[in-house]
Antibody
């Protein structure tokens, strides 16, 4: 079964840091792009970042540039999202998803990991 | 403010049909495939339409989708209670060089 399992979400203060992880199973991880998408409470989906199959091509949404770093470990089948200088508006459930180049095809999605940023 | 515009809500009674629209521009819907995601309450999104009109295996043929110019739509026929969910359109935006989502439409089965 193709599966993604996120972890690492927590409650932190503004300015804090978190590292999210997403462990993949059931498919050849090193063949796929991986994405992070977030959803603030009661709000819609917002794409955050993507990384290509070997980690050489990375893109971020403008609102997180300079504060977030995506990376992957193909040997372990894990994609990471390092988040620094967290803001209240970063509060959201963060989903990882398997994807493709140049396409909003995301399948499957993980169950999501919640991040709360508050004083 | 989403790049793609969806109505915030839609509704219908069991057995009826409903259509959800997604309006974009020439840099996204006008030139690229549209994808649709269903998010049941409390769960992660799930793809229900890919490449504008195609259904993944397991998605009922009561769901169909189309595109015309810079707008797309998702139609749900024969509404059932299990269709009650949030639906999001998504498309690659050439100007932004990234994927964008619509704001989502909450479908209620009355």
């Amino acid at each position: 079964e193709v599966q993604l399992v996120e972890a690492g979400g927590d409650a932190v203060q503004p300015g804090g840091s978190l590292r999210l992880s997403c462990e993949a199973s059931g498919f050849i991880f090193s063949h796929y792009w991986m994405h992070w998408v977030r959803q603030a409470p009661g709000k819609g989906l917002v794409w955050v970042s993507r990384i290509n199959s070997d980690g050489s091509n990375i893109t971020y949404a403008d609102f997180v540039k300079g504060r977030i770093t995506i990376s992957r470990d193909n040997a372990r089948g894990i994609v990471y999202l390092q988040m620094n200088s967290l803001r209240v508006e970063d509060t959201a459930t963060y989903y990882c998803a398997r994807g493709m180049s140049g396409s909003p095809w995301f399948d499957p999605w993980g169950q999501g990991t919640p991040v709360t940023v508050s004083a | 403010q989403s790049v793609l515009t969806q109505p915030p809500s839609a509704s219908g009674t069991p057995g009826q049909g409903v259509t959800i629209s997604c309006s974009g521009s020439s840099s996204n819907i006008g030139r690229n495939y549209v994808y649709w995601y269903q998010q049941l309450p409390g769960t992660a999104p799930k793809i229900v339409i890919y490449k504008t009109t195609h259904r993944p295996s397991g998605v009922p043929d009561r769901l169909s989708a189309s595109k015309s110019g810079t707008s797309a739509s998702l139609a749900v026929s024969g509404l059932r209670s299990e269709d009650e969910a949030d639906y999001y359109c998504a498309v690659w935006d050439d100007s932004l060089s990234g994927p964008v989502f619509g704001g989502g439409t909450k479908l209620t089965v009355l």
